[in-house]
């Protein structure tokens, strides 16, 4: 029942390495631009010169020489330049799939976290989807959504001052239930064709770009379609489906298993969660032990070298 | 701060503490002897005296009285929540304050810590007897004023029997009424409802709140050390006294109602 | 509190209630995260434990994580025994939704509750005194929340017996000062009228005035009475079943909590030490006798395992300080 271990140290072997003293950082460069290998900055170092490359996000012009702003993975296309950080905020585009939750209410519109507004004349009204918005709507928005909710939704439009504003038009997107909430690193989740993945555990995943996961259970396809009667009742409830055990303990696997590949930092598609499904299945023991230590780097270790 | 470099006037000493006057020749314990309560039996409480709708212009208000703690209590609300978020069930707020000369030692005008401690106590006490879910986006603020204390444990028992009564006293829809009492484990005695010095003898001390009229317990607050068997004894002890002091309640709210139907008829 | 939805919420109880029970990473109902501990983690102070619960083991992320520091300071005092004050501070960074009124509240009352459990005067240990009625030992012992992701009061009682129990008390010697014997004159006669001590008169009157500490280097002797600390155990409530050691959404997801501090200064015999109701829940007398003889069986687990962790601990920073002084350059 309890387990104590000890703390992680980082390595005794730490040493700083003097810089070398006559570094060409600009013949470098051009050689890298020219091969195409991989290449680390960090804020402030020199790139190239700003007559030949276009900057791109990441870097900034500084007297004729396009310099990085974040510390990341320098990549090229054609003439462009730019810098994709390592760890950073999501940087949200149209069209991207997000998970979020309601923050606040406000007059006619919904706030969710990072800055996102969700507007009523973005979701879809009970009684069918042409309908026109009515005053009555406003002031019972709560019955549709309420504080603390999640839901998912696609990124439509951007104002003016960079606030996103979300959309769930369509019958596949809207309140979320029958499973929970997994969080990763943004960068993780890498723009996919579908980001609706459904496992072969009767598991069905939602790979928000923002970093939220939802891990439900699995929703049959000919139920989730339907536009003639568009059940208000149904879609906002906030009740869940009764939930079998086989399910659930499905439902945690995937979650640890999201988890553990986070922690090292695993980019997540289907065919990662597949293989990582299937291995923890032949694995012995509880749900639970995936989260030891071992266990986690064993299956990183496979992972890796199928992916490879 | 500016007086104590005062040049004008003569200044007193930079620090001084009040003067405690020794009234009656102070005992000193003697050692491990099993004490006897003095003046009660170890299972009588302290008469109360309890008065609603003392504080007119409050919504509700109960005033307590037992032997030595006195506290006066008044309720407003439900009111509109000040912050914007919306919750769906009520809050209850609940404030405590010691009035200077409530103590041996004077307490400075401002709250401090034991303040915050007795009141959440009491706001544990209350919590689930408060139908909260008939006010959403409201508070009910309940504020407590100790006119005389005698022990930590006797303000939060009688503090919690107050603010019942004055919940009871603004018509706010509860479940059932709170009461509670404590219990000190002196040697191998219990004895109920202590006093400070008696608090200041015992090895641990317990105080319980529940709701008579349902059987269940709202608060368990103990400090000290106590065998777990000593624990539940107490608990059952209190239990039962809270039954008592249940029908003492009741009694002085239907009193005070049956006065303000028969004024207003 | 965290926010979580209506469906989340039933989502987690239905998994409580459900049988066999399921929980969101797959743990029963009184299973614990795995709890990381060290002790001697800051070298300026007397005492110190670094406790983690639940943190990712690969890259030590997640988890709530305290931090607890005991530090010694002389006091001029009118009492004996010296005395123990405990304080809570919440980094912000633990609660970024918090206001910091909010916060100074949560401080507040944590600090309440961990305050009036250790300085009872039934724990206090009895080498805190330096001279009696003059000088003595105050204990601060402080903690530091860097990170909550539920269960707090658990991992705080935790630390602060690991804390406790890593704490050396330095050894004092006490001083008296003596005024020199007058001499009489060249004479060299002894002057008779002088006080002899009498070797009858068997009172130890202390004249001590002041205390030294006799070795600088030496750490001291640890603190008596070390196994009285207690430990901490949170049960959960939701209807019909408990659960321990709750993430932040299970917290969310049930509203009432029992807490029962235990201490086992002998193994047969525990004693509470404190007991706390929170949150909005009701119980039967019935359901309370059960929940603290469960909490029995709990904290004797934990603390034999806390102990040997302790003790292991102890072997261990002998080890690490003899292989870092081989180590220097």
Partial sequence: MFEFTSFRHPPDNYSIKNAPDDVDMDEDDDDFLETGGLKLTCPGESLTSAQAYMRGHGTYVDKEEVIASVCGLVERVNKLITV????????????????????????????????????????????????????????????????????????????????????????????LRNGQLVTVPPILVRRLKSHFISLPCE??????????????????????????????????????????????????????????????????????LLEAYEWSLEQEGDVKDLLQEDLGDALVATILAKGA | MQSAFDRRRINGPEESSPPVFATEALEIPSGNAQKTRKGRNTSDIRPIFLQPGLISQANGSAYIETERIKIACSVYGPRQSKNTVYSEKGRLNVELKFAPFSCERRRAPLRDAEDRSIAVAIQQALLSSVRLEMFPKSTIDVFLVVIEADGIEGCIASGSIAASTALADAGIDMFGLVMSCSAAVVGTEIWIDPTQEESNLADGSLVLACMPALGSVTSVWQSGRMTPSQVLTCIEACESKCTDIHSVVAQSLLDSARAATTTNA | MTSISKAERSYIQAGLLANPPRRANGRALHDFRSISLETGVAPLSNGSARLSIGQNPHEGSGGTEIMASVKLEVESIEEDGGRIACSVSCSPSAYPHLSSGALDDLQHDLTAVLHQTLSHPSLHPKNLGIIPQKKSWLLNLDFLVMADAGNIYDALFMAARAALWDTKVPRTRSVEYKSPKTFSSASGDMDVDQDTASGFDTRKVSHAVDFEVPDYWDEGEVLEGRERWPVAVTLNLVPTIHFLDATSQEEASCSSRLLLVYSYESPSSPTVQSMRMLGSGELTIPQLKDLVKEAQKYTKDMVTALTAKLVEEDLCRNQKARDKFVKRK
């Fill in chain 1, 84 to 175: 994709r950080a390592v760890r950073t905020r999501y940087n949200p585009e149209v069209g991207d799939l997000v998970v979020g939750r309601i923050t606040e209410e406000m007059e006619s519109r919904w706030n969710s976290r990072q800055d996102a507004v969700l507007m009523l004349s973005s979701v879809n009204l009970p009684g069918g989807v042409q309908r026109r918005k009515l005053e009555s709507d406003e002031l019972q928005m709560r019955t549709f959504f309420e504080e603390g909710d999640l839901l998912v939704a696609e990124v439509q439009a951007f104002f003016g001052d960079g606030t996103m504003s979300l959309h769930t038009r369509s019958l596949s997107y809207g309140k």
């Fill in chain 1, 203 to 272: 598991v069905d995943l939602i790979l928000g770009l923002n970093g939220y996961i939802w891990v439900s259970k699995h929703v049959k396809e000919n139920e989730r379609e339907g536009e003639e009667g568009f059940d208000a009742e149904a879609v906002y409830s906030n009740r869940n489906d009764h939930i079998d055990d086989s399910t659930r303990t499905a439902i945690s696997r995937v979650t640890n298993l999201i988890t553990i590949l986070a922690a090292h930092s695993i980019p997540l598609t289907d065919t990662v």
